[in-house]
């Protein structure tokens, strides 16, 4: 596995993988690693002739009063396990690479998906996300980019992303890796106290028990969802949003024969937890 520190390093790589026409999937990552991320390498693997993953976490992305101090530093262990699953490439950007004029300039991004959701909550957040993910996707000019519907907001912004920026790279997306539990595997999770672990779980068995509702009988989602996040406030949650929405471009549901998917952002403890699930509604709403 190739460890690149710098960009001359990774665009040599990238340039002799391209002249000899091998197909270059990439995944981007903040780093501490865990079964979900792996997931993604191997989701690019299939589709890709080398695969090269970053790490690097990207201040521009954190709110004020948010984890980017305390957000975890596992490099070594990082690149380990990156080795162990065949990565081809590495790359571990500085700050300095990335923003060699400093953290001001801002990527302004469809308000559609900056206003909504988690864009309420932490306004700028995915501003920074494009502006990070323009920046790499420049440097590393992948075929394909892989991302985790965990963050599916983030999946969707992207996306259109993308194709509003005609960038020639396919976007493809990999399901969520659970806990048996059904807890989605998080970098944040480690957070959590023994007994807030225990009762995270509720998180995503509130989200299927939402489906099976909406799905066994003609009902107001509007008042099935309100009694689900008050469930969720008695179990310990804070819950920001528990949302319903088209799957395609995160509208609002007004029709019947959706793809659509439940949104959910909570807190426990300190912790803050995300999760949705997609599926088809039938039902008239």
Not at 243 to 248: F, G, K, P
Request: glycine share 4%.
């Amino acid at each position: 596995m190739i460890v690149a520190n710098n960009r001359e390093l990774l665009r040599e790589t990238v340039q002799a993988w391209r002249n000899a026409q091998l197909k270059i999937g990439f995944v981007p990552t903040m780093g501490n690693l865990h079964a979900g991320h792996l997931a993604l390498v191997k989701e690019a693997q299939q589709h890709c002739d080398k695969v090269i993953v970053s790490i690097f976490v990207n201040p521009t992305q954190f709110g004020p009063s948010e984890d980017f101090d305390r957000y975890p530093r596992t490099e070594q262990q990082d690149c380990q396990l990156l080795k162990a699953c065949h990565t081809d490439l590495v790359y571990l950007p500085t700050e300095l690479e990335l923003y060699p004029t400093g953290r001001t300039t801002k990527t302004q991004i469809l308000p559609a998906y900056a206003d909504i959701l988690c864009g309420i909550h932490r306004p700028g957040h995915f501003s920074g996300v494009a502006q990070v993910v323009i920046k790499l996707f420049n440097l590393v000019q992948p075929d394909v980019a892989v991302f985790g519907q965990k963050d599916y907001q983030q999946l969707t912004m992207l996306r259109q992303m993308t194709q509003e920026l005609n960038f020639p790279i396919e976007i493809i997306a990999a399901p969520t890796v659970r806990e048996e539990d059904g807890l989605a595997l998080s970098s944040r999770n480690q957070y959590l106290t023994k007994q807030q672990r225990e009762v995270a779980p509720c998180l995503y068995q509130t989200l299927t028990d939402v489906r099976d509702r909406l799905l066994s009988a003609k009902l107001n989602f509007a008042t099935v969802i309100e009694e689900a996040s008050n469930l969720l406030e008695e179990k310990g949650f804070k819950v920001e949003y528990l949302e319903l929405r088209d799957s395609t471009d995160l509208s609002i549901v007004s029709s019947a024969q959706k793809e659509v998917t439940l949104l959910v952002a909570a807190y426990l403890g300190k912790t803050r937890l995300i999760d949705n699930l997609s599926f088809t509604l039938n039902n008239e709403i």
